[in-house]
C-alpha cells in the first residue's frame, strides 16, 4: 500500500487575538490540585500514554506506541487501552514497530483492538497512519503538531500529548474531557466553553489556557487534571467531600455531599438453613451549589 497525497489540514491555531485573562487564586487551585494527586495513584499515572513506551527498547517504537496508544484512547478507558496496546504488542510478535504493523492485516490488528470504542474505524486510521509514517515520515513519528495532525485520526489533542511524551516537547496543551470538564467547573473560561461542539470547545479551552499558564505547566497539566478528574472530580456525583477546593471555597462549582447510611437485612442459604443477616448501606447525595 502507498500513501496518497492527502489535503494538507488547515495550521493549527496557536494563539488568541487578545489572551484571556488569568483567573484569579488560580496558582492557589493549581497548588491544592497537586497535593491532592500527589495523595492518590490514579489510571492515567500507570496506564497512561506516556507508560505505553516502556514495553520497547527501540526509540522510534517507543514513539510509535505511544501515538498508536493515543490513537486507541478516543472514547476508551485507560485500562482498556492500555490491555489493547497489550494485546497489539503481542500480535505483532512482541513489539510494536512500523515494520510489523505495515506487514500485519486488518484482521491482526482488529482482533488485538476490538475492546476499545470505535475500534474498526482505528483499525483503518493505524494502517493508513503506517503508511504516511513510512512514506512521507522516515517511518517514523513527526516532530511537528500540523504533521502529527495531518495523519488520520489524530488531532491537536492527541498531537500535543504525543510530542510531550514521545518527543519531550512541549509545545501546547493536550485538552480531553476531563481538562474540559474541570476546568469549566473551576470557572477558568469567560464566557464558559459549554455548549460548543466538542473540537471548538477543546481548541476555545487549549488557547485560553495557553494564554495565561506559564508554558513551564503545559506539559503537566492534562496529566494533572486527567488523574484529578479520574480520582475525584468525577463526571458524575464528584467526590467534593474529599476535595479541598470545595471545603475552601475555591470552587465555584462545589456540590454539597451527603451520605446517609441504612441498615438491611438479606436471606443467605447455607447448606443447613437460611440465614438472616444485617448490614449497613452507605448511598451518597450530590446537591449542585445554590
Known amino acids: 500500500m502507498e500513501s496518497s497525497s492527502p489535503k494538507k489540514p488547515k495550521p493549527v491555531p496557536r494563539s488568541l487575538a487578545t489572551p484571556h485573562p488569568a483567573p484569579e487564586r488560580w496558582r492557589e487551585v493549581y497548588d491544592a490540585i497537586k497535593v491532592m494527586r500527589a495523595g492518590r495513584t490514579a ?24 501515538l498508536i496508544s493515543l490513537m486507541l484512547s478516543s472514547q476508551t478507558k485507560d485500562e482498556v487501552t492500555d490491555a489493547a496496546v497489550k494485546s497489539l504488542r503481542t500480535a505483532l510478535g512482541g513489539s510494536l514497530s512500523l515494520t510489523a504493523l505495515l506487514n ?63 518527543w519531550n516537547i512541549n509545545s501546547g496543551i493536550g485538552v480531553d ?5 474541570i476546568t469549566n467547573r473551576l470557572g477558568w473560561h469567560n464566557p464558559p466553553t459549554l455548549g460548543h461542539p466538542e473540537k471548538t470547545r477543546q481548541r476555545m479551552i487549549r488557547l485560553n489556557l495557553e494564554s495565561w499558564l506559564p508554558t513551564e505547566l503545559h506539559h503537566e497539566i492534562n496529566h494533572l487534571l486527567v488523574g484529578f478528574g479520574q480520582e475525584i472530580c468525577l ?12 471545603k475552601t471555597g475555591l470552587c465555584p462549582s462545589a456540590e454539597t455531599v451527603t451520605k446517609a447510611k441504612t441498615r438491611k437485612t438479606k436471606t ?12 449497613e448501606e452507605t448511598s451518597t447525595l450530590n446537591e449542585p451549589p445554590a
Not at 507508560?51 to 517504537?61: G, S
Not at 493508513?128 to 517514523?140: C, N, P, Q, W
Open 177 to 181: 474531557v476531563h481538562v474540559d470538564r
Open 43 to 66: 489510571a492515567v499515572d500507570t496506564m497512561g500514554c506516556d507508560q505505553a513506551q516502556t514495553a520497547e527498547t527501540d526509540p522510534k517504537n517507543k514513539r510509535l506506541t505511544t
Open 104 to 166: 500485519a492485516d486488518a484482521d491482526t490488528i482488529s482482533n488485538a483492538i476490538n475492546k476499545v470504542g470505535f475500534w474498526r474505524r482505528k483499525t483503518d486510521y493505524i494502517m493508513r497512519s503506517a503508511v504516511i509514517l513510512r512514506d512521507r515520515f522516515d517511518s517514523d513519528v513527526p516532530k511537528d503538531i500540523d504533521d502529527l495532525c495531518s495523519l488520520p485520526g489524530v488531532g491537536p489533542k492527541m498531537g500535543f500529548l504525543c510530542l510531550q511524551a514521545a
Open 268 to 279: 443467605v442459604k447455607t447448606p443447613s438453613a437460611k440465614v438472616e443477616i444485617e448490614y
Open 235 to 246: 463526571p458524575l456525583r464528584p467526590r467534593c467531600d474529599e476535595c479541598s477546593l470545595s
